[in-house]
């Protein structure tokens, strides 16, 4: 499978950026499509998901400010990111299950 994220730059704190994840048809609709970041010098982490079926979960942190949704028609998720905030910079990717398969990422970088 091949991932190619993108929407990602530099923002003020309280900003937001709209990140989009482009996958295969055969991928985005038929898997949880979920989103991971990674900052440096940490481990990579799950930030939020959604099922085939519009159904969400997200990290504890980003509820409330973070949104996923998906348009299985162009075959794209999206992570509508509000309020961010400086421990939200990292880079950003998605992918499916089993997770072996990952894209170049999208850097989001939040400072003032």
């Known amino acids: 499978a091949q991932f190619v994220e993108s929407g990602g730059g530099l923002v003020q704190p309280g900003g937001s950026l709209r990140l989009s994840c482009v996958a295969s048809?055969?991928?985005?609709?038929?898997?949880?499509v979920t989103w991971y970041r990674q900052a440096p010098g940490k481990q990579r982490e799950f930030v939020a998901s959604?099922?085939?079926?519009?159904?969400?979960n997200y990290l504890d942190s980003v509820k409330g400010r973070f949104t996923v949704s998906r348009d299985n028609v162009k075959s794209t998720v999206y992570l509508q990111m509000n309020n961010l905030k400086p421990e939200d910079t990292a880079v950003y990717y998605c992918?499916?299950?089993?997770?072996?398969?990952w894209g170049q990422g999208t850097q989001v970088t939040v400072s003032s």
């Open positions: 959604i099922t085939n079926g519009g159904y969400a």
């Open positions: 992918s499916v299950p089993p997770f072996t398969d």
């Open positions: 048809k055969s991928i985005t609709n038929r898997y949880v």
